[in-house]
């Protein structure tokens, strides 16, 4: 699985953060950034969950 975050949709809510730690991190603006595209497999839980909550629908997870 593939991790697509589209940062110009961006709105700094930061919730992809408190939802996986480990592929999210936030700027000094609070624009999200992906430190994996391709994380582990037991990170794809949190990765579903940062998903379902960026209320810009910024983040996509596809097959790849």
Known sequence: M??????DKCVA???CVLAA???FDQDDDGIAILLA???AAELLDDVREAVAVCPAAAI?????
């Open 37 to 39: 595209d391709r994380p």
């Open 60 to 64: 996509r997870l596809v097959d790849q």
């Open 13 to 15: 809510s930061g919730q």
């Open 2 to 7: 593939k991790v697509e975050l589209e940062a």
């Open 21 to 23: 730690t480990d592929v």
